[in-house]
Every structure is written in structure tokens, then in C-alpha cells.
């Protein structure tokens, strides 16, 4: 499984942009990449995946450059219940894989009024 | 998407004692995985529990001090055997499953048991 890299923490204010990046140099042909976002107190919950290009849904847009190997994630226009701390994980995620997820550290965004 | 329910969503047990972790799920699913998050740090991967197969352990950890019983294709349960302060953490169990309609699996946490040995 490729390994991630991603800040280990940044700041923000409401109704701002954040882009949170993440580098996954050893990008297999097969792996997806997929975000989630973990409340205090809670398990992980899913955001977006994708594989090339762009992916945009209701709370957050994806960006993966041509090579992939790396990804970016943005959330538009932050608010207060937008702090949580944010993995990037990468992994094949059709049938006949492993299945599991490996987390790395993740990205502690805090966001302040 | 799958729905969890995890029990106990915490517990303070006694140094020695064992803690039995239950995870039900809403519907059946093949995959259900359980991991262990220490505080201030990331997930790290238990093991991975499929019916009607041994449980599946990741390096550092071992069936005599996690043993994990998945009877059937909704429930899974994660015992910590012999408890010691070090075993302080949040345990959430996750199942993968494909949402009709999707060509990917999704994958769902439960809300986690935040356990604290004394």
C-alpha cells in the first residue's frame, strides 16, 4: 500500500478556502484515493475518493494531477464544525483486494471564527 | 451505506480484567476490520475479521491478547484480554461494503469505545 505524507496540522478562518495536500509518490495503477474526516469522538467518516482528474461532491472537491502522485483536497468555505482532523489514504478499493485501510497521520485542521 | 452500532461506547475497567467490544452491523457484509486508536494519534489496524475464517492479524498484535469472534455476516466482537494502562485507547470496528449501484467499496466506522484501564 502506498504511503502518504500530509501536514500535520493547519489553520484556518471561517468562510475561507483550505486546501489540504497530500503526497502519494508510490501511487499503484490500481489505487484509489480517498479522504475522511474524524470528529473528536467519533470514527472516521468518508468525504471523497477518486482516481485522476477531478471529483467534486456536496462538501468537498478533489484534485489529482495527471502523474498522482499527489492529491489535493478542498473544502469550500470552512466553518467552525469544519475542525477535525482529515486522512488521505491510498488502496485498491474494488473487489478481490485486501480490503483493509491503513491510516497515516492525518491533517489537524483547526478553524477559527 | 452500512450503519454500526458499537457497545460499550466506553468503559473503565480494572488492570488484569478483560473488555468485550460488540459490533453489529445493519445488513451483511464480508469484511469487517477493527482497530485501535491511542490518544492524540492516528488508526492503527487490528485485524481484519471475515465469517467463517480466523481473524487476520496485523504485526504487533496477537490473538491471545485481541481474540475476535465473527459468527455471522452482522456481528463481529473484539475482546482485550488482560488489560494494562497501555491498552488505553479508542477500539472502532469498520466494515467495507458496496453500495448497490457503485463499482467501489465504501467503507464505514463505528462510533468507537474509548476504553481507560486503571
Known amino acids: 500500500l502506498a504511503k502518504t505524507t500530509q501536514p500535520i496540522s493547519m489553520d484556518s478562518y471561517e468562510g475561507q478556502e483550505v486546501n489540504i495536500t497530500c503526497s502519494h509518490n508510490?501511487?499503484?495503477?490500481?489505487?484509489?484515493i480517498t479522504w475522511y474526516q474524524q470528529f473528536p469522538s467519533q470514527g472516521p467518516r468518508f468525504i471523497i475518493q477518486?482516481?485522476?482528474t477531478k471529483v467534486t461532491n456536496e462538501v468537498a472537491s478533489l484534485f489529482i494531477p495527471a502523474d498522482r502522485k499527489s492529491s489535493t483536497l478542498s473544502l469550500p468555505r470552512v466553518s467552525l464544525s469544519d475542525t477535525a482532523v482529515y486522512y488521505c489514504l491510498v488502496g485498491v478499493v474494488e473487489g478481490g483486494s485486501q480490503g483493509n485501510l491503513i491510516f497515516g497521520k492525518g491533517t489537524k485542521l483547526s478553524v477559527k471564527p | 451505506s452500512a450503519v454500526i452500532s458499537q457497545k460499550p461506547s466506553r468503559d473503565i475497567c480494572q488492570r488484569g480484567t478483560s473488555l468485550t467490544i460488540q459490533c453489529q452491523v445493519d445488513s451483511q457484509v464480508t469484511m469487517m476490520f477493527w482497530y485501535r486508536q491511542q490518544p492524540g494519534q492516528s488508526l492503527t489496524l487490528i485485524a481484519t475479521a471475515n465469517q467463517g475464517s480466523e481473524a487476520t492479524y496485523e504485526s504487533g498484535f496477537v490473538i491471545d491478547k485481541f481474540p475476535i469472534s465473527r459468527p455471522n455476516l452482522t456481528f463481529s466482537t473484539l475482546t482485550v484480554s488482560n488489560m494494562s494502562p497501555e491498552d488505553s485507547s479508542i477500539y472502532l470496528c469498520s466494515v467495507r461494503k458496496r453500495d448497490r449501484g457503485s463499482v467501489n467499496y465504501g467503507y464505514t466506522f463505528g462510533s468507537g469505545t474509548r476504553l481507560t484501564v486503571v
Open positions: 508510490n501511487i499503484a495503477t490500481n489505487d484509489y
Open positions: 477518486g482516481y485522476k
